[in-house]
């Protein structure tokens, strides 16, 4: 069955060091979408890249998706100690519009 | 405009009491759904409905039930609340349609709820 598996599970990192985040999944996809929680909070959308796209970029995140390997990367350059977050990619289930969320990755920005 | 609202946000239970956790939306969305998340397991999906008066099962649906009589509002019920149903819930919608994996989720605050 579907489902997004973040790698690695944790990283620690300095501030203003990159933090790359890589996803796998299972089955082809049309988009694929990233999301972010904060301690405490839900979820909040970062980034929807479509299958036709290679590269996305939103401010300080850089999202790839290469379709042949069924893998994505979350980029965050220049991260900052307001970047400690848990990030979860999200295929969707095969010709459904729900999300599968996997364990997540936990990034921790030290300042 | 307030999102996606969820209440209670903490709730103990006793094993055998029932409770139901509310979830409103004021988007206008379509697309409603009920994850739990648990340390370890990642979010999984319990419930979800694609409009008013629908309801659809998740992955881990059993112990749960669900209504959605009124567009903007999801209820989860427990009617029977076990230890192992402990978790963190998340509401979320969505405007629905479209492309598969194009659906935006809106994500609630979450309610923590411990059964005894």
């Known amino acids: 069955s579907q489902q997004g598996e973040e790698d690695p599970q944790a990283l620690s990192i300095q501030e203003g060091e990159n933090a790359t985040m890589n996803c796998s999944y299972k089955?082809?996809?049309?988009?694929l979408q990233w999301y972010r929680q904060n301690s405490g909070r839900g979820l909040v959308h970062l980034i929807l890249?479509?299958?036709?796209?290679r590269e996305k970029h939103s401010g300080r995140l850089r999202v790839t998706l290469d379709t042949s390997k069924k893998s994505s990367s979350l980029l965050i350059t220049a991260s900052r100690a307001a970047d400690t977050a848990s990030y979860f990619c999200?295929?969707?289930?095969?010709?459904?519009?729900?999300?599968?969320f996997g364990k997540g990755m936990k990034l921790t920005v030290n300042p | 405009n307030a999102g996606v609202t969820q209440t209670p946000k903490f709730r103990v239970l006793k094993t055998g009491q029932s409770m139901t956790l509310l979830c409103a939306q004021d988007?206008?969305?379509?697309?409603m759904y009920w994850y739990r998340q648990d340390p370890g397991m990642g979010l999984r999906l319990i419930h979800y409905?694609?409009?008013?008066?629908?309801?659809a099962k998740g992955e881990v649906p059993d112990g749960y039930n669900v209504s959605r009589l009124k567009k903007q509002n999801f209820l989860l019920g427990l009617e029977s609340a076990a230890p192992s149903q402990t978790s963190v819930y998340f509401c979320?919608?969505?405007?629905?349609?479209?492309?598969?994996?194009?659906?935006?989720?809106?994500f609630g605050a979450g309610s923590r709820l411990t059964v005894l």
């Open positions: 979320a919608s969505s405007s629905g349609g479209g492309v598969s994996g194009a659906n935006v989720l809106t």
């Open positions: 089955t082809s996809i049309n988009n």
């Open positions: 890249i479509r299958s036709n796209e």
């Open positions: 999200a295929p969707p289930v095969s010709g459904s519009e729900k999300l599968v």
């Open positions: 988007m206008n969305h379509e697309y």
């Open positions: 409905s694609v409009g008013e008066g629908t309801t």
